[in-house]
């Protein structure tokens, strides 16, 4: 394993639940996911971002834990987890899986312990009150829960959550509870994980700030940072942190907190610019947010499991977006959110699509793919609340879209079958027999990535090309130059680089054929909704 190999990594998020189904019962599992990692290793995928599999009540898409260190009978076993990442080191594929300890499920044996005695060691394990207390923690869905306190009978106190009221908030102020913590970063590790994605990472420092107002709580993420980095030196931390970005320094700190920061900042200025079809939001906010230390990283990410929040716009943005993408109530969520994947968002405009893959794969960071993105996968608005885009992987137009062969009637999993994105008309296996499917685009794009470092390792800055429509990123590093453009506008545009001459350089990425303009020969030419990624000639055959 290579130090740093985050910074130039592809990752590629999926839910085992909705994956592929190995054998029969209806729901994914770990199996399914191993006899799946060629499709992974086709696309040109290095790490594959595993989300919850642990033993669970499943209220909560499984981030609801009652068990951090079993796994879930209906995914498989440790055997089977075992397999998964031997599998994935001989294909040469990273595995970070969850850490979720900001809270775990009600069915936890440490909360059925606390709840039950007033004196057991468990119950400083979570953060109890006699009256429901002010905090600066407020309830994550607003919607559903109007307070982050619920009375528990059998306690005969409040107990704290931040997220669902069957999800209580963990005590990290205790160094019981931070024990707990290291003994499960070590059993993954000693397994073969290659880090972990910190859940809720922004809400962790609360309570640690109650235990230690030092580095106003920070010291934990250097704390779990050492813990992980003595056990495997090239393991990562995957943070999720949805803050101001004036904040990301303190996350990633002096090379000791976070490897990699989700980065909320970029995510909600690219919609804003899909929104306007103006590249000016994205290059707006690559000046103002804060450069990242020599070995950290920002993660980038079109689409999640979670609702797109936009948080991080203004009011006259965030409306700006949602009237855009969201018009009608059913597509939003949480005041604040939306609950769509990105083609429907875009009016299943596939060559949108396309291009906003390439400029996911072209902005300074290590890219994410969820599943099914690759495809152009779309969404259940019937189904409540984030459920409507975590339905099944569309694998082919066999039954259930050759994702279980489960009876139809009794899958426990959501499968889309109607309309352009019903599986019969959108699945891997018929876009991998065509060249211009997204499947082939985004497989070409990937692969093309992985070959320039200078994005995910390099230094960049945003040119000025005389159109606010085209976001002209200059990526370099050890003196090789990479151009990326993406034409947000529907028109073909002509613009003129300010770094270099056209003859300079030679287009390595297109999204279709391109000639040279004889009349203006200083000036190059982009599709309405068009992209180029291009080298210096020196660079390509030198």
């Known amino acids: 394993m290579q130090p740093l190999w985050y910074r130039n990594a592809v990752i590629y998020q999926v839910d085992p639940n909705l994956f592929r189904d190995s054998n029969g019962d209806?729901?994914?599992?770990?199996?399914?996911?191993?006899?799946?990692?060629?499709?992974?290793?086709?696309?040109?995928?290095?790490?594959?971002?595993?989300?919850?599999?642990?033993?669970?009540?499943?209220?909560?898409?499984?981030?609801?834990?009652?068990d951090h260190l079993a796994v879930a009978p209906r995914f498989g076993s440790l055997p089977d987890i075992a397999a998964l990442l031997e599998r994935a080191e001989e294909m040469g594929i990273h595995v970070v899986i969850e850490l979720v300890v900001h809270h775990t499920s009600d069915q936890h044996r440490w909360f059925q312990e606390a709840r039950r005695d007033r004196n057991s060691p468990y119950r400083d394990y979570y953060v109890w009150a006699d009256e429901p207390l002010e905090t600066e923690v407020k309830p994550a869905f607003p919607t559903v829960e109007d307070s982050v306190w619920t009375w528990d009978e059998e306690a005969g106190q409040y107990y704290r959550h931040a997220f669902y009221a069957h999800e209580p908030d963990l005590n990290l102020a205790n160094p019981a509870v931070r024990h707990e913590v290291r003994q499960i970063l070590s059993f993954w590790l000693r397994l073969g994980v290659s880090g972990f994605r910190v859940d809720a990472a922004g809400l962790m420092m609360e309570r640690a700030r109650a235990a230690d107002p030092r580095d106003d709580g920070f010291w934990l993420l250097t704390e779990l940072r050492d813990h992980v980095s003595q056990r495997n030196p090239n393991a990562v931390l995957l943070g999720e942190v949805d803050v101001e970005p004036k904040d990301y320094v303190r996350y990633f700190g002096d090379n000791d907190r976070l490897h990699l920061l989700l980065n909320f900042w970029l995510n909600n200025h690219l919609y804003l610019a899909l929104a306007r079809q103006d590249a000016e939001p994205i290059a707006r906010a690559l000046k103002t947010q804060p450069p990242r230390p020599k070995h950290a990283q920002y993660a980038l990410w079109l689409r999640n499991h979670d609702e797109l929040n936009l948080d991080k716009l203004t009011e006259d943005e965030r409306k700006e977006v949602m009237d855009k993408f969201a018009p009608e109530p059913d597509m939003r969520i949480y005041n604040r959110g939306i609950r769509r994947r990105l083609p429907p968002m875009l009016g299943g405009d596939m060559r949108m699509v396309a291009l906003t893959h390439s400029i996911l794969f072209s902005l300074p960071g290590t890219p994410i793919l969820r599943y099914g993105e690759e495809i152009g996968m779309g969404d259940d608005l019937s189904l409540e609340e984030r459920h409507s885009v975590r339905t099944t992987m569309q694998w082919s137009d066999e039954p259930n879209g050759g994702f279980s062969a489960a009876d139809p009637e009794t899958l426990p999993v959501p499968v889309i079958r109607e309309g352009q994105y019903g599986y019969d008309q959108l699945n891997v296996y018929a876009q991998a027999l065509t060249d211009n499917s997204l499947l082939s685009c985004t497989g070409r794009m990937i692969r093309t990535r992985l070959g320039l470092q200078e994005i995910g390792a390099g230094a960049y800055k945003v040119l000025d090309v005389g159109c606010s429509a085209v976001l002209a990123l200059w990526h370099q590093s050890n003196g090789v130059q990479v151009l990326t453009l993406a034409n947000l506008s529907p028109d073909e545009v002509s613009i003129r680089i300010p770094e270099t001459a056209p003859d300079d350089l030679v287009d390595i990425l297109v999204d279709g054929p391109y000639e040279r303009r004889r009349d203006h020969p200083d000036h190059l030419v982009l599709h309405g909704h068009g992209y180029r990624w291009l080298r210096r000639r020196e660079d390509v055959f030198r």
Do not use: K, N
Request: with cysteine; glycine share 14%.
């Open 26 to 66: 209806g729901w994914g599992d770990l199996q399914g996911v191993t006899e799946r990692l060629d499709h992974l290793r086709g696309l040109g995928v290095t790490c594959l971002w595993l989300m919850p599999f642990y033993a669970s009540p499943f209220q909560d898409s499984g981030y609801d834990i009652s």
